[in-house]
C-alpha cells in the first residue's frame, strides 16, 4: 500500500463531456504529479504541482488542467473530451520534487 | 527532447536465472532515474531510486546501477521468481520538473 488513493477507479464518458478526477495523497507529501497510460505504454507526465502550483507541465493540452488543495487532495479536470483520451490516469504523491515517487492504483476511463 | 528506451520489450525466463533489464536515456542532464513494476490494470510500485550522483542502489534481489556519462541504466534482478512476472519501467527527473518514462519491460518467469 502506498497510502495514495485515487478515485473513481472506473469511469465511462460520452465525447465533448467534462471529467474530474480526484487523488488523495500521502500525508506531509507536498509534491503531486500526474500521468496518463494508454494500453501497452509508458506513463506519460502530464503535469505536477508543488505547494498548490504547476511546475511542470508535459504535451497535453490546456483542456487538461489540475488542482492541489493545502490537505494533500488534488484533482485532474480534462474538457470537451475525445476518444484518444481513453486511458489509465494515474497520480503520484512524494515529499518532494524529485524524490521517491508513491502511485496511487489509477482511474481507468473511457471515452464513447 | 528527452526519450527514454527499454529494452528488450519482452523477456521470457527460467525460474532462477540471473537476469538484466536496461533502459537507456538521450539526455545526461537528469535529476534522477527510478525504477518501477507494475501489475496488470494497477498502479506503480516504485524499486529502486537512483540520484544523479549515486551509481547503483540495492534492494534485496535487485540492484540498478547508473551511467549518466553514457546514457544507461540496469536493473538487475538475481534469482528470478514467478512472482517477479510483471511489467517493469523506467523513469528519469528530468528538466522543467517533468519525469519521462520508458514503456517499459515485460516479464514472464517460468515455474
Known amino acids: 500500500e502506498t497510502g495514495v488513493t485515487q478515485s473513481p477507479t472506473h469511469l465511462i464518458k460520452t465525447r465533448g463531456q467534462q471529467v474530474t478526477l480526484r487523488c488523495s495523497s500521502q500525508s506531509g507529501h507536498n509534491t503531486v504529479s500526474w500521468y496518463q497510460q494508454a494500453l501497452g505504454q509508458g506513463p506519460q507526465f502530464i503535469f505536477q504541482?508543488?505547494?498548490?502550483?504547476?511546475?511542470g507541465r508535459g504535451n497535453f493540452p490546456p483542456r487538461f488542467s489540475g488542482l492541489q488543495f493545502p490537505n494533500y487532495s488534488s484533482e485532474l479536470n480534462v474538457n470537451a473530451l475525445e476518444l484518444d483520451d481513453s486511458a489509465l490516469y494515474l497520480c503520484?504523491?512524494?515529499?518532494?520534487?524529485?524524490?521517491?515517487?508513491?502511485f496511487g492504483s489509477g482511474t481507468q476511463l473511457s471515452v464513447l | 527532447k528527452q526519450e527514454v528506451t527499454q529494452i528488450p520489450a519482452a523477456l521470457s525466463v527460467p525460474e532462477g536465472e540471473n537476469l538484466v533489464l536496461n533502459c537507456s536515456f538521450t539526455d545526461s542532464a537528469i535529476y534522477n532515474l527510478q525504477w518501477f513494476r507494475q501489475d496488470p490494470g494497477k498502479g506503480l510500485t516504485s524499486l529502486l531510486l537512483i540520484q544523479s550522483s549515486q551509481r547503483e542502489q540495492t534492494s534485496g534481489r535487485l540492484n540498478a546501477s547508473l551511467d549518466k556519462s553514457s546514457g544507461r541504466s540496469t536493473l538487475y534482478i538475481a534469482a528470478s521468481q514467478p512472482g517477479d512476472s510483471a511489467t517493469y519501467l523506467c523513469a528519469v527527473g528530468a528538466g522543467g520538473f517533468k519525469t519521462i518514462f520508458g514503456a517499459g519491460t515485460r516479464l514472464f518467469v517460468k515455474a
Open positions: 503520484a504523491s512524494s515529499p518532494g520534487v524529485f524524490e521517491k515517487l508513491f
Open positions: 504541482y508543488y505547494r498548490e502550483e504547476e511546475n
